[in-house]
């Protein structure tokens, strides 16, 4: 290669690169935050959260691409019965169910001001592939009287695991707060889970959530 041509792809190397550096096409973060609602409506000890990684791509000024990969722990229901079945006995069930989820989410995200605000109101919407799993631990005794003073008693245990994957619709809308190259990002997100039909997860979900991203 002629010594003006490699000169020439010199410079323009480091003419880009500083704008590629200054323009930070690609930044990465984490983002957490709890429910506004339990998703399986009741909870102890398992306290529901979301937590993961995060990665933006920048299209333009106000335009990015968000993906990443969110841990939801849903908390955990209790179911509890007594009824009279069968005949001259009496039935007791209990239950525990606790769900876990894991989304991948794709997200277009547009911001009202331009880059030299240091805060900026966005919002953003997309689909999110999601697996939910929901394990449940189940018991019931029955408890029948044979005679006067005499009785007997009859337990079992079981569970059961189930596995969902669903395609889900997300939108969401917050504030950049932006210091140097470091973003805060406060937000509240809906999410449609197609997991709730027919299973105790709720289908309609709204999280706070806190983006840190740099």
Not at 102 to 108: H, I, R
Request: aromatic share 12%; proline share 6%; charged share 15%.
């Amino acid at each position: 290669m002629p010594a003006h041509m490699r000169l020439r792809n010199l410079i323009l190397w480091f003419t880009v690169l500083p704008m590629m550096a200054q323009t930070r096409l690609v930044t990465f973060g984490i983002t957490g935050g709890i429910p506004t609602e339990t998703p399986l409506g009741q909870t102890d000890s398992r306290i529901p959260f979301v937590i993961g990684p995060t990665v933006n791509v920048r299209i333009s000024s106000r335009l990015s691409l968000e993906s990443g990969l969110l841990f939801y722990r849903l908390g955990q229901e209790f179911t509890n019965a007594t009824f009279l079945y069968p005949q001259n006995s009496v039935t007791l069930v209990s239950g525990t169910e606790h769900g876990l989820g894991v989304e991948l989410p794709f997200l277009a995200r547009y911001r009202f001001l331009g880059e030299h605000h240091t805060w900026r109101p966005f919002v953003n919407a997309g689909p999110a592939v999601r697996r939910t799993s929901l394990d449940a631990n189940q018991s019931s005794s029955i408890l029948s009287g044979v005679q006067l003073g005499t009785s007997s008693y009859a337990s079992q245990v079981f569970a059961r695991g189930t596995t969902k994957w669903n395609v889900d619709p997300v939108a969401g809308a917050g504030v950049d707060f932006r210091a140097g190259r470091f973003h805060l990002e406060p937000e509240v997100r809906y999410s449609y889970w197609g997991a709730g039909k027919n299973s105790v997860v709720r289908k309609n979900q709204v999280d706070l959530l806190l983006g840190f991203r740099f």
